[in-house]
């Protein structure tokens, strides 16, 4: 990041929570500002999160959001204007995303269980509600296959657990461990088994079942005890209903504690942890194993991911008779000191696997790439481009259009790439909304020949409309572009290609077999992938040993499959999927021998990145194209004859390859990379 960030985390309690800790560590350690909105009231989270130098203010929306509380809410946060917001639960997420409505925050929702998910209006809300978060973190993979089930796209449900301080949670020693037995009035060789509930007392039926189970085990076994840890607000009536229900001399067997500040000692107290809950939810699980307790979970939600199974046991979730079994076989295991190694497992496994601090630092870089992403924000229908926040193979009214507001809405800086349907309703959404953008230009809707000439015209019009209402433009490349869709006078312009110079020097051509690489949209016809299987055939059939690799997606990539086996290409095409332009598109840029641009649409964005990697290349007469190509290395568009010709001369001619290696680096050396265009937009945006 290129500055400190003020991140706002949200809270519904100001007592517990103890994974916030290093959650606010990691983001003061790396520099950025850290704001807590905690309910009144002088609980001691409150307190250790302003000890490490967290500001704590009121949260304003109390325990049950109102239509007040929102508004209360909106004014806070207008207040204190943060970059990105963090928050949890999903009784007051519907109140938090419409207080911070059109304020610019990103917003990112951490979900430690899908419980709430089983309902079907829940289901609904949330496949509404959780598209305008721009992450949400999930603790486990459960949360994450449910949130992906109800339309989250993977890229936006990262796995991160909330993680336990496993500095603070260890096993206890010998004398501590007698001293809180003495307490509780628990014998030194007694079967002590703990629960502490993920919620409220009594969260989806655990006490019925703990209880039930202990029932039959305890007739067995007189040398145990059952210590329930945390009575929640129903405390009172819950522990009575249980209480009356007791046989004679039982409820001396089970000791009742309402909410502790610090469950720690208890926990070194006990031999076995048990959550049956179908919540899911693992927090307690993992501080038991960080305590060296092994547990018997239920296999509900993400449980079973947080124990192994080698050394804790997994049961049918609300089943009395299987944990009542598991009980058992764990007091055999105690009488004989076998659940020593059994914690041992455990601590070790939390260690490697849920220790807070990497998690905190997870979910940190999680907080700045959301933010990051909320500063500049860049609309195309790119499926290649790693860099597209909004793409789509058609726009819809409802998804595309939605996104497209509540990105206008976050962004500092907004980049509109052009021609595009995203691009031109994200232009119209902005000047809706009185905000001012950068148009990009990449190609002419005029080379398209499937639009027809009235969707062609429609389309240029557009276009100009949009160039000329931008604050700057970038056309890549410029010349023919720049003439066809002038910016406004006045108006900053530049012709910087989307490409740093990645090599200092130009290739040595190389013998076949050759690869040919190719880069763009698999939606539309027009980018030509099918014309260049086809010359890749004509290649093959005149004894040129070459192999194609095509790097984009869309509607079209099963009909490209299907024509490349159809032309008897299955060893020599290789369909690799939408990828960013990163260390993958590098590598494969690298090792290729020749980039092709058989697009008719004349889009020039990826063949500037080829040059960039000193690259020989292949491209069509169409839009920006022949301003960036010598004409020796042009064909028409949707020819393959003319394009296979063209491709076979550079391939097998050693001086035409490493002159055209050497002209493609200098050119883009030429154009000096991209300082002058982000210089620009950083300037925009501090003065905005």
Not at 297 to 307: R, T, Y
Not at 372 to 377: N, Q
Not at 560 to 567: F, M, R, V, Y
Not at 672 to 687: D, I, K, Q, V, Y
Request: proline share 6%; aromatic share 4%; net charge positive.
């Amino acid at each position: 990041m290129s500055s400190a960030l003020r991140v706002l985390l949200v809270f519904e309690t100001d007592r517990g929570c103890a994974w916030a800790v290093p959650q606010a560590d990691a983001l003061l350690q790396r520099g950025h500002e850290v704001v807590a909105l905690l309910p009144p009231g002088d609980g001691d989270l409150r307190h250790v999160l302003a000890e490490r130098g967290v500001s704590v203010v009121d949260n304003p929306l109390g325990v049950r959001p109102s239509i007040a509380g929102v508004v209360r809410l909106r004014r806070t946060l207008r207040q204190l204007a943060p970059d990105v917001l963090l928050h949890h639960r999903f009784t007051s997420a519907l109140a938090i995303r419409i207080a911070g409505a059109a304020l610019g925050v990103a917003w990112v929702r951490m979900v430690a269980g899908a419980s709430h998910l089983e309902a079907r209006s829940a289901r609904t809300v949330e496949r509404v509600l959780a598209r305008l978060d721009s992450v949400t973190v999930c603790a486990n993979r459960f949360t994450a296959r449910a949130y992906r089930a109800i339309g989250r796209p993977t890229g936006r449900t990262p796995i991160i657990p909330y993680g336990v301080d496993t500095r603070l949670f260890r096993p206890v020693g010998p004398a501590e461990r007698a001293q809180v037995r003495v307490r509780l009035g628990v014998a030194d060789e007694d079967f002590v088994v703990i629960m502490v509930p993920p919620a409220q007392f009594g969260h989806k039926g655990s006490h019925e079942v703990v209880l039930a189970a202990w029932r039959r085990f305890r007739v067995e076994h007189p040398g145990s005890h059952l210590l329930l840890v945390g009575a929640g607000e129903a405390g009172a009536r819950h522990r009575a209903r249980h209480a009356a229900a007791m046989r004679p001399g039982e409820e001396k067997t089970v000791t009742w504690l309402d909410t502790v500040e610090d469950v720690r000692p208890y926990y070194g107290a006990a031999d076995l942890s048990v959550s049956p809950s179908r919540s899911g939810c693992h927090g307690n699980v993992l501080e038991a194993s960080a305590m060296g307790v092994p547990s018997v979970v239920g296999d509900a939600g993400g449980l079973p991911e947080a124990v192994d199974p080698a050394a804790c046991w997994v049961i049918p979730a609300d089943d009395p008779g299987a944990l009542a079994t598991a009980l058992h076989e764990a007091w055999a295991e105690h009488r004989i000191g076998g659940l020593s190694e059994r914690g041992e497992a455990v601590r070790d496994r939390v260690v490697r696997c849920f220790d807070s601090t990497p998690a905190a630092e997870e979910l940190a870089d999680v907080l700045e790439r959301s933010a990051d992403r909320g500063r500049v924000s860049l609309f195309a229908e790119q499926r290649c481009a790693g860099d597209s926040e909004v793409y789509s193979d058609r726009v819809r009214l409802f998804t595309s259009l939605s996104a497209i507001v509540r990105k206008v809405l976050r962004a500092r800086v907004i980049v509109v790439r052009q021609p595009g349907a995203i691009g031109v309703v994200a232009a119209t959404v902005c000047k809706l909304l009185r905000r001012e953008y950068f148009a990009e230009v990449v190609g002419d809707p005029a080379d398209v020949p499937t639009t027809g000439l009235l969707g062609r015209t429609l389309a240029r019009a557009l276009m100009r409309r949009v160039v000329r209402e931008a604050s700057a433009v970038r056309y890549i490349p410029d010349g023919l572009l720049q003439r066809r869709y002038p910016a406004a006078p006045g108006r900053f312009t530049t012709g910087v290609p989307d490409a740093q110079v990645c090599r200092t020097e130009a290739r040595d051509w190389r013998p076949a077999p050759h690869q040919i690489i190719a880069i763009g949209d698999q939606d539309r016809p027009h980018h030509g992938h099918d014309v260049l299987l086809r010359a890749v055939r004509r290649l093959l059939d005149d004894d040129l040993d070459v192999r194609v690799v095509l790097v984009g997606g869309g509607r079209r990539r099963d009909g490209l499959i299907a024509l490349a086996g159809k032309l008897g290409l299955a060893d020599h095409a290789h369909f690799t999927g939408p990828l960013p332009y990163g260390e993958v598109v590098a590598g494969l840029l690298n090792s290729a021998d020749l980039f092709v641009a058989p697009c008719a649409a004349g889009t020039a964005h990826s063949l500037m990145t080829a040059m960039a990697y000193a690259l020989p290349a292949v491209g069509t007469c169409a839009g920006g194209i022949p301003d960036l190509l010598e004409p020796d290395c042009l064909v028409p568009p949707g020819d393959d004859a003319a394009l296979a010709t063209a491709v076979r001369r550079l391939l097998t001619d050693k001086r035409a390859w490493e002159q055209q290696s050497r002209r493609n680096l200098e050119a883009a050396r030429a154009s000096g990379g991209l300082p002058e265009w982000l210089s620009m937009t950083t300037t925009w945006e501090r003065t905005t």
